[in-house]
Structure formats: structure tokens, C-alpha cells
């Protein structure tokens, strides 16, 4: 009888022991476990959609400064899903539309419509906008005072529009009928050429707009505009940056020259440019997206970035052929 009890007293010891031993191992898990959530915290990757309009040079340099200037920031912690819509704008739409279901971080837009597609699919997520002209006119703000507020910020690539017209004064002082040639779906180039055309018009020029729908008639309009004017000018526009071949090759046999309103189109056809540089433009959306995804800046107080120093360029084969002498403040661009 005593070595039965003290075997079951023995086993009841034993049990206890156990019972300690198991409850310390569960303490010392869910101490791994919670040291662990804290650093997947730490290390948490942010996913970011960029959704670009259409493939050209000053786009694709935007975009590739953002991802740079991001990836110095976040390095591994950030992952991109990019989707460029084909210069369709219902293509945007769907685009972001899949982002909000995806539930990334931050949605990148480059451009106006990939920007009002972003801030129409979501007021939750936060949306940076780049390579938009102005922020007003893209998301109908009346009275803008450089702030969107909400969930939307991101940076201009307005450059001073009279400088861009006092340059057919300064390159081209023969030339008196000048044309305004943009894509009539871009609400930002219908703003543009708004103020360049009251700009000219002040010089004592007599201007004339051509847009045209999207690249099926851009040759067709281009054609019009090169024999009905001397010169022509043609703002940020997205549709005429994925059409340069098409409108150099209308323009050249023309021998009309276009002043342009950023570097990629006027290395594709124009002669010279006010342009800001794309590529540290994206940089500074994406020094900007690190901020909000950091959690140091909230998304509704933060103004649209401006790039503050545009440069005048020229295109020096095409100046040479027109026989264009182009005053000592312009740079030459001898392409990338």
C-alpha cells in the first residue's frame, strides 16, 4: 500500500513538473512569437501600384526615379507592381480599380488620367500623382491653392508657361502665325495651351489651335497645322510624346518649326524647349511616398512639389537645318 502511494505520489510529482515545464514553454513561445510580429512589423514590405498612361521617354524617367528614390529609402521593405494603360484611359480605370482589391500601400499615378482613374477608385489609399500639370484642372478643384487634401498629393511638371512663348521671340522672331497642337482628351494640355496662346496673342501673334483626337489623326492634323503656320508649339502632352516619329516626319518636310514644352517631345520633333528634368521629378514623389508610408507626413497636408530649375534646350541638328540661331543661354541637348 505505502509503494502504491508513493508511486502515485511520484507520478502526481512528476505530472506537476511536466505541467510546469509546459507552461513555461508556452510563455517562452509567445515571447518568440510577439518578438517576432515586432520585427515582421519592422521589416513590413509596402506594396505600391504605379499605374503609368503610356509609354514615353519623360513618363518612363518619372516613373524610374520614383521606384529609385524609393528603393534608397525603404530598399527591400517596398515591392512595385507596375501597369502602364496603353495611353488608354478606361484602361486606368480598370488598373486602379484592381489596386483597391489588391489593398496595395500607395498608388503612384503618372499622369493625369492614371491620376483622376486613382482618386476615383479610392479615398482611402493614399495616391501620389507625377508629370501632372496642374492639379486643379486634372481633378476639377476650383480655386486650387496647391494643397488636394484628402488622400491625393504629388508633384507638377508645370514649367513657366510665358518663357516657354517668349523662346518664339528668342529663336524664331520671324514667325507670326504660330499653332497650338495637342491632343483635345488631355484636360492639362487644354490648360496649357490656353496660357501659351494668351501669351502669344500679346506678342501681336495670331495663333491657331489643332488637336486631335488620339494618334490615329495626329498626322493628318499635324499636316494642317505645319501649312498654315510658321511655327508650332506643342505642350506636355502624352499623346504627342507617343506620336513624335509621326509628327517629325509631317514637320521636317514642312520645315516648320516646334518649340515643345518638355525634353522628350522635342527631341522626338521640335527645336528647342523649357523643360524640367522628369527624372528628379519622380524622385521627389517618391522621397514623398516614403514619407507617408514611414507613417512621418499624413498625405491630406502635404502641397503639390514643383521643380523649381527648368533649362532651356535645343536641338542642335535640327537648328542647324533651319538655319535657327539660338541665343547663348540655351544648352545644347545631344539626346541621352
Do not use: W
Request: a negative charge; charged letters at 15%.
Amino acid at each position: 500500500m505505502k509503494k502504491f502511494t508513493a508511486s502515485v505520489l511520484a507520478s502526481m510529482m512528476c505530472l506537476s513538473m511536466a505541467g510546469c515545464g509546459s507552461s513555461g514553454s508556452g510563455s517562452a513561445a509567445s515571447t518568440a512569437e510577439a518578438s517576432g510580429s515586432a520585427s515582421a512589423s519592422e521589416t513590413a514590405t509596402h506594396l505600391v501600384g504605379i499605374i503609368q498612361l503610356v509609354q514615353h521617354p519623360a513618363l518612363d524617367q518619372a516613373t524610374q526615379g520614383f521606384e529609385d528614390e524609393l528603393k534608397a529609402e525603404l530598399g527591400d521593405n517596398v515591392e512595385f507592381d507596375y501597369q502602364n494603360a496603353s495611353g488608354d484611359s478606361p484602361t486606368c480605370t480598370t488598373i486602379a480599380n484592381q489596386f483597391v482589391s489588391e489593398g496595395v500601400d500607395l498608388i503612384m499615378a503618372n499622369a493625369t488620367a492614371a491620376l483622376q482613374a486613382a482618386a476615383s477608385a479610392t479615398d482611402t489609399i493614399p495616391v501620389l500623382g507625377t508629370s501632372i500639370t496642374e492639379y486643379g484642372v486634372a481633378l476639377g478643384i476650383d480655386n486650387f491653392n496647391g494643397t488636394v487634401g484628402g488622400n491625393v498629393s504629388g508633384t507638377s511638371d508645370l514649367a513657366p508657361l510665358d518663357q516657354q512663348a517668349d523662346m518664339f521671340d528668342e529663336l524664331l522672331p520671324d514667325a507670326n502665325t504660330i499653332g497650338i497642337l495637342y491632343c483635345s482628351a488631355e484636360a492639362n494640355s487644354v490648360y496649357q495651351a490656353n496660357v501659351v496662346k494668351a501669351a502669344l496673342e500679346a506678342k501681336g501673334k495670331t495663333v491657331t489651335v489643332y488637336t486631335f483626337a488620339d494618334s490615329n489623326d495626329v498626322a493628318s492634323v499635324t499636316q494642317q497645322a505645319c501649312s498654315e503656320c510658321d511655327a508650332l508649339y506643342i505642350p506636355t502632352d502624352n499623346t504627342a510624346a507617343s506620336c513624335t516619329e509621326a509628327i517629325n516626319n509631317v514637320a521636317s518636310q514642312a520645315g516648320t518649326p516646334i518649340i515643345t514644352g518638355e525634353k522628350g517631345i522635342m527631341e522626338g520633333c521640335g527645336i528647342a524647349t523649357l523643360s524640367i528634368d522628369y527624372y528628379e521629378l519622380g524622385k521627389t514623389t517618391g522621397s514623398m511616398a516614403a514619407k507617408i508610408l514611414k507613417g512621418e507626413s499624413d498625405i491630406s497636408t502635404m502641397p503639390i512639389e514643383y521643380y523649381s530649375n527648368p533649362e532651356k534646350l535645343y536641338n542642335p541638328e535640327r537648328c542647324t537645318a533651319l538655319g535657327i540661331t539660338v541665343p547663348d543661354d540655351y544648352t545644347a541637348d545631344e539626346g541621352e
